[in-house]
């Protein structure tokens, strides 16, 4: 097989028959890279740059090696732009080339699909459970329902009201095989549920692209592990997009539970505004009083906590006021709820002694089972039975609601165990895969990982950055955040020629970003290089605060320049400004987090990405700050082991942004002197690829 995969990526290959194939060494040496994985059921964590095609690097191998030896493939992405990517364009793509035969297909949440069976009972009961408003939209869900195609909110034009397509779509307990599967009574008559005609797809095909949340969400579901596999028998995983691994992993693994989701699991069974709830379908109005007095228990809850998490942030002096707050100790408040819940599943066992429909029987079974686990994430949260675990609230604003909404959290400090155990200790291969996993950027050669690090650079205002300085923990500190550390470490670089595509500026003249002055020499120097492109700008914050104040500051500055200026959180969604800037090529884009990573606007319309301050991440988020103290308790030194690996590679993922095509050319520009005066610099310049230099 790896002679297949190498000879299918070849310049004589079955790819090179395809219109605009470049042949690139460094995609070649991936896919046989992932062959010898798959085939030796071993670990890969690979680095594949800009460029390199991962998707079919990994999905041919894989491919080949799950028909040929009938296992299943299962390929986890963290944007839905690369699960269309390799839904809509490669996977179809390799079904005209590959001689092999293979199926395919994409997974959503649950929650995504209609339950014809729930839609069918919701229509039944509907003057219970509905508003007259929304009986209509009911009736509007029935009539796409006789039209869609796949069943899944994607299909709307416009997307139905929350509340009514929570009472429709698939839920666990609520939709299953034996209720509204192939084989069950209901589908015999009626049109099959959408979930559960995935579900067969899922089963039956070779190939199953999923996110990476709902990967973690299904782990958490398989209790003992399998003999050879990691979701399911059979299977191998391969991890797209494996930078985001560790986040998305603390969050599925830990619990939360929001007020709101407190409020809709009671308001289920009855709700005091509408009157309608699965009681009120019953006729069972003596149980109703309980289900207002636990709501009110809930806002009294809610109510304490956030002036226990007030009273504990006054007496903090570094902390003025809170959107996430740390809780350090056991019953920081009294559990007023439990009492009012254990009542309230009382009565559904009571009721459920004299219910004889199977129907009412499991909407109640289920509203009892989620009440049960509201209790016990409410008792976890305020006993911190997890000694490994960091605690905290979050507090945020929904809507026009001028009340905040409160959220308790927990998630361990530390994943590496359990991702070694339950991930990279499985009986089958596992793969991660990403444009940037290593603290330095590699060579325009092939570089194994395995090669020992050299030493090299100079010191000249302007010169020639060599990307051989590697950082000693390269591509190490991911593999051992994640638990992978028996993984086969390999980092193949980029086909781009970046000394030709890239011209690095380095503001030596800022002020450290802590002082008074940055923010008007940022104004300054972003004025300066956004006349050099006219336009065509990523300007990259950290902070949302300096980021509207820079923005206010220079809109004069864009209209004089006749530049419109999108900034991120000021009203337009962040897919509508990304497409707004990608289409008008006059335009400057202000973002944060979420446009450092997982971007793509090829061609002219971004020429020039402006990265204002180093990204280290704020320390005293409760998780990041468990992190550091976990370090530190171990003996090690928190800012060189995590705040600056992160850093560096969040700095790798903000420049990446700006070459995504082999005819791409721009300009960086670092604006925080640091990354020339501190020590820590030249980690960030070792992050770069090999590109002319100039120091100002």
Same mark, same amino acid.
């Given at each position: ?8 990526? *070849? ?17 070649? &040496?991936?896919?046989?890279? @992932? ?52 839904? &809509? ?9 590959? +001689? ?7 997974? $959503? ?39 869609? $195609? ?7 034009? =416009?997307?139905?009201?929350?509340? =009514? ?17 192939? $084989? ?45 596999? @990691? ?61 207002? +007095?636990?709501?009110?228990?809930? !806002? ?62 499991? +909407? ?11 209790? *016990? ?6 006993? &911190? ?14 809507? #026009? ?15 590496? &165990? ?44 302007? #010169? ?27 980092? =193949? ?13 380095? @503001? ?39 980021? #509207? ?10 209209? !004089? ?18 497409? $707004? ?23 002219? *319309? ?87 230099? !100039?120091?100002?």
């Amino acid at each position: 097989m790896v002679r297949d995969v190498r000879t299918f990526f *070849s310049p004589e290959g079955s790819l090179a028959r395809f219109k605009n194939f470049e042949y690139r060494p460094q995609q070649q &040496q991936m896919a046989e890279a @992932v062959a010898e994985a798959l085939l030796t059921k071993n670990k890969l964590i690979v680095e594949g740059g800009t460029g390199v095609g991962k998707s079919l690097a990994y999905l041919v191998p894989a491919i080949l090696y799950a028909t040929e030896h009938k296992k299943k493939a299962i390929i986890c992405t963290h944007t839905i732009n690369l699960q269309e990517q390799l839904i &809509q364009k490669d996977l179809p793509l390799l079904k005209k080339i590959l +001689d092999t035969d293979f199926t395919y297909t994409m997974l $959503k949440g649950r929650s995504n699909y209609l339950c014809t069976y729930r839609l069918h009972r919701a229509l039944r009961n509907a003057k219970y459970l509905f508003t007259d408003t929304e009986q209509a939209e009911l009736e509007r869900i029935k009539e796409w329902s006789e039209k869609t $195609k796949d069943g899944t909110l994607s299909d709307f034009a =416009v997307e139905p009201d929350p509340k =009514v397509w929570s009472e429709v779509c698939s839920e666990r307990g609520l939709c299953s095989p034996k209720v509204c599967g192939h $084989k069950s009574d209901f589908a015999q008559d009626h049109p099959l549920c959408f979930f559960q005609k995935a579900r067969n797809r899922i089963f039956t095909a070779d190939l199953l692209v999923l996110n990476h949340t709902l990967f973690f969400i299904n782990l958490g579901l398989v209790f003992n592990k399998l003999p050879d596999g @990691v979701l399911m028998n059979n299977d191998f995983v391969i991890f797209d997009e494996a930078h985001t691994l560790e986040n998305v992993a603390s969050k599925h693994i830990g619990f939360s539970l929001s007020s709101g989701q407190y409020r809709y699991a009671l308001n289920r069974l009855y709700n005091p505004r509408t009157q309608k709830g699965v009681f009120t379908s019953l006729l069972r109005p003596n149980e109703i009083p309980h289900i207002a +007095d636990a709501l009110e228990a809930g !806002e009294e809850f809610f109510s304490v906590l956030e002036e226990a998490c007030d009273k504990a942030c006054q007496a903090t002096p570094q902390k003025l006021s809170w959107s996430d707050f740390r809780v350090r100790r056991p019953n920081l408040i009294g559990n007023n709820v439990a009492s009012h819940l254990a009542r309230i599943r009382d009565d559904i066992a009571e009721i459920l002694k004299t219910v004889d429909d199977e129907e009412s029987t499991s +909407d109640l079974e289920y509203c009892s089972k989620r009440i049960t686990e509201i209790q *016990s994430v409410i008792g976890d949260f305020l006993d &911190q039975s997890a000694l490994d675990h960091v605690y905290w609230v979050e507090k945020n604003f929904v809507g #026009r609601n001028p009340n905040p909404q409160l959220s308790l959290h927990a998630a361990p400090m530390d994943i590496a &165990q359990y991702l070694r155990e339950r991930l990279f200790g499985a009986n089958t291969s596992v793969v991660l895969t990403s444009a940037t996993l290593s603290m330095s950027a590699g060579t325009t050669a092939l570089t194994d990982q395995a090669k020992a690090p050299q030493k090299g650079g100079s010191s000249s205002s302007k #010169r020639r950055l060599s990307s051989n300085n590697r950082l000693p923990m390269g591509l190490e500190y991911v593999s051992n955040r994640l638990g992978g550390e028996s993984s086969r470490l390999l980092q =193949v670089g980029s086909p781009f020629d970046f000394e030709r595509q890239v011209q690095l500026y380095l @503001v030596n003249k800022m002020p450290d970003p802590r002082e008074d002055e940055y923010q008007e020499k940022l104004v300054e120097y972003i004025k300066f290089f956004v006349k050099q492109t006219h336009g065509k700008a990523f300007v990259l914050f950290t902070n949302n605060q300096l980021m #509207r104040k820079v923005a206010e500051e220079l809109e004069p500055f864009f209209e !004089e320049l006749d530049l419109e200026l999108y900034v991120q959180g000021m009203g337009l969604p962040r897919s509508a400004m990304l497409d $707004k800037f990608r289409k008008n090529t006059d335009s400057v884009l202000f973002g944060l987090d979420s446009f450092w990573q997982g971007v793509d606007v090829p061609g002219n *319309s971004l020429s020039n990405v402006i990265i204002t301050r180093l990204p280290f991440v704020a320390p005293d988020h409760p998780l990041t700050e468990a992190r550091l103290e976990l370090i530190r308790l171990r003996g090690g030194n928190p800012f060189m082991e995590y705040t600056l690996p992160e850093a560096v590679l969040k700095f790798r993922q903000g420049i990446g942004r700006l070459i995504r095509t082999q005819s791409d050319h721009g300009i960086v520009v670092v604006l925080d002197s640091r990354i020339l005066s501190k020590f820590y610099g030249s980690r960030f310049l070792e992050a770069m690829p090999k590109c002319a230099v !100039e120091i100002i």
